[in-house]
């Protein structure tokens, strides 16, 4: 496994870890040292949800960006790391931000974004 894989891989285990409410142990956490990585957040802007998103990244992380998902593009993306694209909002109004077949960002998906996405591509984990 690369360095980088083990990285997103770190970063989400620390994400699933927030989600469901309990801690999860990291060296780095637990020295003060922040991970080397540059996450970026699209959601929506001002919404409590993203406050706390961003407010548990930076304290792991050594960059967090934030985004609207409703003006999210693939350039955007390109000085980080890994994408988080989320929202939790009312599913007929959230965003339907597009990513084409050449996007190769890790991204996760939280939320409506995650069956609305699967099913953009194809994907297997798509809303039937």
């Known amino acids: 496994m690369s360095k980088r894989s083990f990285v997103v891989l770190a970063f989400a285990a620390m994400a ?9 142990i990291c060296p780095a956490a637990e020295s003060g040292e922040k991970i080397n990585l540059r996450v ?4 929506h802007p001002g919404s409590d949800r993203e406050k706390d998103f961003v407010s548990f990244l930076e304290k792991y992380l050594t960059q967090v960006g ?12 390109r000085d980080f790391d ?3 694209l989320d929202y939790d909002g009312d599913p007929n109004k959230a965003p339907r931000p ?3 077949p050449d996007y190769k960002r890790p991204t996760m998906t939280l939320g409506i974004m995650g069956g609305r996405l699967s099913s953009a591509l194809k994907l297997k984990t798509a809303y039937g």
């Open 98 to 100: 597009t990513i084409g």
């Open 82 to 84: 890994v994408v988080i």
């Open 16 to 24: 699933w870890g927030f989600l469901i409410g309990r801690p999860v």
């Open 40 to 43: 970026f957040y699209v959601g």
């Open 66 to 77: 934030t985004g609207d998902l409703a003006a999210f593009t693939e350039e955007q993306t």
